[in-house]
């Protein structure tokens, strides 16, 4: 039995997803990350003036 276009298309949408997963969440915790790292230089840089200022 032969797939019609449309099912070729959700195969292969199907086997990207899964394909891309992977990425799509080393994407999501290189996010945190990015806002983990911006949290601490924002600390950083209150510390450091709290710290010029005495």
Same mark, same amino acid.
């Given at each position: #039995?032969?797939?019609?276009? @449309?099912?070729? $298309? ?5 086997? /990207?997803?899964?394909a891309? %997963?992977? %990425?799509?969440?080393? /994407?999501?915790? #290189?996010?945190? +990350? #990015? =806002?983990?790292?911006? +949290? @601490?230089?924002?600390? %950083? =840089?209150? /510390?450091?003036?709290?710290?010029? $200022?005495?």
């Amino acid at each position: #039995m032969e797939m019609t276009k @449309n099912e070729k $298309a959700e195969r292969l949408q199907h086997v /990207l997803d899964e394909a891309l %997963l992977p %990425l799509k969440q080393r /994407l999501d915790e #290189m996010e945190k +990350e #990015m =806002i983990s790292v911006r +949290e @601490n230089q924002e600390e %950083l =840089i209150r /510390l450091l003036s709290k710290k010029g $200022a005495e």
